[in-house]
């Protein structure tokens, strides 16, 4: 008993070693800052690194390349902005990539100096937040528009057409502006994700999406079914708070005030007019078109499934390779876990079965994605001397999470046996550890081997929910072919069969060994 006990401490400081020198595999360490800085501006300047959080899923804005790596694979204009206000500071850009919904609370949390996602400005937002000035602006060249369905063409001739109609727009975007205040009697289903309206549109769940009319055409070309109305939002009146902005944390007067002065710049110069017509060159040349006339649209039809699958495939299958790999690690390390706690559980010390109790109950008691979100900002903040990748951060919570089901199942395995076992060992004269090693786990670890098997294929799927901070697994793929492609449903049916697929023939693993432990008996 005791050398377990050994063995599984090892494990553990191995583990908690890994996870803080060799996990980190973004290799996105930020580097500790000198002194007490006064505000979040000398802090940036101090730490030499500018932290900028976005959604890349909104090309030509921002989005993803997959032919490079690490922080080059984010591309588009507000990139290059972010890098310009970088270089203009003097600091090294970082951009760290995540779901729309957790971009601001990023900034929020402080774990993000700016937000940078297509932002519009919100007299609500400005209440939380410190927002710039304009950029991006809006004026006469500009084009906001609705994305209809081409069966519906005749119907949408002009805005007021749009009256009593449901009009999607994703949520906080300068489109979702645009909606409440010259579409006031249609009725607005806000989104978190292009690809969400994409798929209400074509399924005839609301009648049009709010898009900037780049983006409607780059979908359009690639779904002939869909088209941008010839209906246009008004952008000609401009003001302080026209085009996109970007967002710090309330109270960062200082750093607002510096940004501020290098977006007056950038709108002097046109700077960022340049930047988005490099993006869709950039764009264009992985396959998103902007610019495609009408006759070439028409044409178009929606690849099937198979030919995006055909098409991708490499994508599906690196995909599958980290998916695998991250059940794969968080189920080991969590059975050691697990196995810790199962035993601490079993003890006689009241105190360790009760905190064992709290922590298998909590972690088991809440959803996995809430835990997801609170390690992924929080456990940063905690331990900032760790210098935590949002991968180590992913991987922690997973661990935790299945650490408490295997504890259960180990748990229970070693008391489903025969308590008479024990007695009959006791009455022979055999010492605790020597009954534990040779009478009880062998025959526990019969009924926990297949359990063991169920929680490695639930742990598959749950990996899908690590998307939200993009890990690079399955699920990651229906974003990045979304952002770079315009695929918005093909994706899912095809990550929904390789789940399947995998899931299933893993199952019957679990089964079949199931089958051969009970002979075995």
Not at 159 to 169: M, N, Q, R, T
Not at 260 to 279: D, M
Not at 352 to 379: D, H
Not at 422 to 434: D, I, P, T, V, Y
């Amino acid at each position: 008993m005791r050398k377990m006990k050994n063995m599984l401490i090892l494990a553990v400081m191995i583990f908690s070693l890994w996870i803080t020198t060799g996990l980190s595999l973004s290799a996105e360490e930020t580097k500790p800052t000198s002194g007490n800085p006064d505000n979040r501006l000398e802090e940036i300047l101090q730490r030499g690194k500018l932290i900028v959080a976005t959604s890349p899923d909104f090309a030509p804005q921002e989005f993803i390349d997959d032919s490079k790596k690490g922080q080059a694979q984010y591309v588009g204009s507000d990139i290059m902005m972010a890098q310009y206000i970088a270089d203009q500071l003097g600091v090294e850009l970082e951009i760290q990539a995540m779901d729309f919904a957790m971009v601001l609370s990023s900034v929020d949390l402080g774990e993000s100096d700016m937000a940078i996602s297509g932002f519009g400005w919100k007299e609500d937002r400005e209440i939380s937040f410190e927002l710039s000035d304009g950029f991006n602006k809006t004026g006469e060249a500009a084009c906001q528009g609705l994305l209809i369905r081409r069966a519906d063409a005749e119907q949408f001739p002009t805005l007021e057409s749009f009256d009593g109609k449901l009009i999607a727009a994703q949520a906080g975007s300068l489109q979702e502006n645009y909606v409440q205040t010259q579409l006031p009697q249609a009725t607005l289903e806000t989104i978190t994700s292009m690809d969400i309206g994409i798929l209400s549109l074509t399924t005839n769940k609301v009648d049009a999406l709010a898009s900037d009319c780049d983006v409607a055409k780059g979908y359009a070309s690639k779904d002939g079914s869909l088209m941008l109305a010839d209906a246009r939002f008004d952008t000609s009146k401009e003001d302080q708070h026209d085009g996109n902005v970007l967002a710090v944390k309330k109270g960062e007067k200082e750093l607002i005030a510096a940004i501020n002065e290098i977006i007056e710049k950038i709108n002097e110069e046109g700077l960022y007019e340049q930047w988005k017509n490099e993006a869709k060159v950039q764009a264009k040349k992985l396959g998103i078109e902007f610019d495609g006339s009408e006759d070439v649209i028409v044409e178009t039809k929606a690849p099937g499934v198979f030919d995006v699958f055909v098409e991708n495939y490499d994508i599906f299958l690196n995909g599958l390779l980290e998916t695998l790999k991250l059940a794969a690690i968080t189920v080991f390390f969590g059975t050691i876990f697990g196995a810790l706690i199962a035993i601490i559980k079993l003890s006689k010390n009241p105190l360790l079965r009760f905190l064992t109790a709290v922590y298998v109950e909590v972690l088991r008691g809440t959803p996995i994605l809430v835990q997801l979100y609170i390690f992924r900002f929080f456990l940063p903040m905690a331990f900032p001397w760790l210098n935590l990748s949002k991968y180590a951060c992913v991987v922690i919570a997973l661990v935790f999470n299945s650490s408490a089901y295997v504890a259960e199942i180990i748990r229970s395995g070693i008391q489903a046996v025969d308590k008479g076992q024990s007695e009959a060992a006791k009455s022979l004269g055999m010492s605790n550890r020597h009954m534990m090693m040779k009478i009880i786990l062998p025959q526990a670890v019969k009924n926990i081997l297949p359990a063991l098997g169920n929680e490695f294929v639930t742990m598959i799927k749950e990996t899908s929910l690590a998307s939200t901070f993009y890990i690079g697994e399955l699920m990651y793929t229906r974003t990045l072919l979304m952002s770079t492609k315009f695929y918005a449903w093909q994706p899912l049916i095809i990550i929904a069969a390789i789940y399947f697929v995998v899931t299933f023939v893993l199952s019957k693993g679990v089964q079949y060994m199931e089958k051969r432990l009970s002979v075995s008996d």
